[in-house]
T-cell receptor
Framework: ELKVEQNPLFLSMQEGKNYTIYCNYS?????LYWYRQDPGKSLESLFV?????AVKQEGRLMASLDTKARLSTLHITAAVHDLSATYFC????????????FGQGTRLTINP | DVKVTQSSRYLVKRTGEKVFLECVQD?????MFWYRQDPGLGLRLIYF???????EKGDIPEGYSVSREKKERFSLILESASTNQTSMYLC??????????FGPGTRLTVT
């Protein structure tokens, strides 16, 4: 059974600092997704990582995937308050099945 | 822009009632999904559908059923609502293995 674990689950940081959210998963996969969720809102797609070594960046967020280590990271650079949200990673374990398995989510709070 | 809509944002029902949650997408996606979201548990897949009249169980199908009579519409049915089905329900759609697009969610409270 595929398990997806994020850490930390809660993160409070100061504006301007850098930090990384980790996503570990337990079985082989070649596709990993990152989503953002604001309080009371739905999920917004951030990144789709399709292969080993994939790196994608948008603004202050950068995501990477290491399929051999079964690890993805979401790095936040020079955090700003607007990035406060809950971030989820999700893994697609079987090609074509689309049964995404989500991590528990990381609630990120960025303080001025 | 892909649009996924859900029939209600908030719903309050009594134990034992039959509950229908409706989801509509406007991008001709083949695949549609129902998840529930609970604090500390992330999102868990209830049911999904690859095509009209086709459905497959997800990880937590007990107490739920689904209906997909038209490509754009996927309904989640709680035959007899119970308090442990109080949750946020999220519908999603996608084409092939590309990113899923989520609806705004329905927060269901069963009293």
């Amino acid at each position: 059974e595929l398990k997806v674990e994020q850490n930390p689950l809660f993160l409070s940081m100061q504006e301007g600092k850098n930090y990384t959210i980790y996503c570990n998963y337990s079985t082989t996969s070649d596709r990993l997704y990152w989503y953002r969720q604001d309080p009371g809102k739905s999920l917004e797609s951030l990144f789709v990582l399709l292969s080993n070594g994939a790196v994608k960046q948008e603004g202050r967020l950068m995501a990477s995937l290491d399929t051999k280590a079964r690890l993805s990271t979401l790095h936040i650079t020079a955090a700003v308050h607007d990035l406060s949200a809950t971030y989820f990673c999700a893994v697609d374990p079987i090609q074509g099945a689309q049964k995404l398995v989500f991590g528990q989510g990381t609630r990120l709070t960025i303080n001025p | 822009d892909v649009k996924v809509t859900q029939s209600s944002r908030y719903l309050v029902k009594r134990t034992g009632e039959k509950v229908f949650l409706e989801c509509v997408q406007d991008m001709d996606h083949e695949n549609m999904f129902w998840y529930r979201q609970d604090p500390g548990l992330g999102l868990r897949l209830i049911y999904f559908s690859y095509d009209v009249k086709m459905k497959e169980k997800g990880d937590i199908p007990e107490g739920y059923s689904v209906s997909r009579e038209k490509k754009e519409r996927f309904s989640l049915i709680l035959e007899s609502a119970s308090t442990n089905q109080t949750s946020m329900y999220l519908c999603a759609s996608s084409s092939s293995r590309e990113r899923k697009y989520f609806g705004p969610g329905t927060r269901l409270t069963v009293t």
